[in-house]
């Protein structure tokens, strides 16, 4: 008999956008709704590149959250050549800090102010393996010449096995993997390491990205790769191995910056991920390992106990609205849809 609902422990998100005034007030409620905890990435415009900044920022997620919403923000620091290692000390001994996030500059959305000269956070890196903090990385080169498509397997190389190589204590995040390069390397590495995936990365390939017609929706970095890569992030994340984890990368941008001559890069998804992550799990006869990856195994890599109350999925149709565009002023914000639709559903509180 086929399962008609699915209560696990409630999930955590290890990789979330939240940005912040109007779009944070927009977008917090659909993850706190579902999620314990996320790891919230510090790219906002200018980054959170200090205790203080950092501080701020979790006091203003706290301000937006709904009233009977229990959801705690797991804060991260933007890695500059500028930071201070004093601030990591200070962040893990008051357990404010989760996470560093490294983005290479220019790699992404609000990298500008990332990392050029790896030896100038020499420093830094040393302060976070004598603290334990996680350095989550965004690996994907940004040299020019390196093809788009390759740009995370040329990261494992050029930089991230040098730096493991002279860091060997730190733990690290390969935040939002998506090659069969990146998921044998994270498998097969010594040490700590985990990586987080994407829902989007495990539905759709880079064909997608044109069925029909240029679709600016789909379009996130790294960008999706061929369907071999999506089939191996598909076996990674049903395979119940801890070191693989969720990460939604849900990165909310109002619709006229993607439907635009130069479109920016994010999928948000976070009203649909447990849907979709049920229907992939699902489609891979994994139902009973989706706990493992959307609620045990981040835990476990970030040193936290597993969320204590439970969530339901039940089969069925979500609701009409759930893909309506969220309303933010100046501008809504379009919802990942898949092709196919979902036939998973979060089950509402009574
Ligand atoms: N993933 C994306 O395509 N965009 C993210 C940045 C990031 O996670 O790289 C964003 O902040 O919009
Ligand atoms: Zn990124
Ligand atoms: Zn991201």
């Known amino acids: 008999m086929t399962e008609t609902t699915l209560t696990i422990a409630r999930p955590d998100d290890w990789h979330l956008h939240l940005r912040d005034g109007a779009m ?38 706290l301000a937006a959250l709904p009233d009977g919403h229990v959801f705690q923000p797991l804060m991260t620091l933007y890695l500059t050549e500028t930071t201070d290692p004093r601030d990591i000390g200070e962040g893990a001994a008051s357990g404010e800090l989760s996470a560093v996030k490294l983005y290479p500059a220019g790699a992404t959305t609000n990298s500008d102010a990332g990392v050029r000269d790896f030896a100038k956070v020499r420093p830094v890196l040393e302060a976070m393996q004598a603290a334990d903090v996680p350095l989550l990385v965004h690996g994907e080169v940004t040299d020019p010449a390196v093809d788009i498509f390759d740009r ?121 991920t447990m849907a979709c992550l049920a229907q992939v799990f699902e489609e891979e006869g994994a139902l009973d390992r989706l706990e493992r990856f959307a609620s045990r195994n981040g835990p476990a890599f970030y040193g936290l106990p597993v969320n204590e109350d439970t969530i339901t999925l039940e089969r069925g149709a979500p609701a009409s609205d759930i893909f309506c565009d969220v309303a933010v002023e100046g501008g809504g914000v379009r919802v990942f849809q898949p092709d196919a639709g979902l036939s998973w559903r979060v089950r509402q509180a009574a």
């Open 24 to 61: 944070l007030a927009a977008v917090l409620p659909l993850t706190s709704a579902v999620f314990g905890r996320a790891i919230v990435m510090p790219n906002l415009k200018p980054p959170i590149r200090t205790m203080t900044e950092l501080r701020a920022y979790r006091g203003r997620i």
């Open 152 to 272: 995370e397997a040329v990261f494992i190389e050029r930089v991230l096995i040098p730096l493991r190589r002279d860091f060997p204590g730190l733990r690290v995040v390969m935040e939002h993997v998506t090659t069969r390069e990146g998921v044998a390397y994270v498998e097969g590495a010594e040490g700590r390491i985990g990586a987080t995936i994407t829902p989007h990365h495990l539905m759709i390939n880079r064909s997608d990205i044109f069925r029909g017609g240029i679709r600016p929706h789909l379009y996130c970095l790294p960008i999706a790769k061929r369907e071999e890569h999506r089939l191996a992030l598909r076996r990674a994340a049903v395979s119940g191995k801890g070191r693989f984890f969720l990460g939604t990368d849900s990165a909310p941008h109002p619709i006229g910056d993607k439907e635009s001559a130069c479109g920016c890069a994010g999928v948000f998804n976070a009203p649909v």
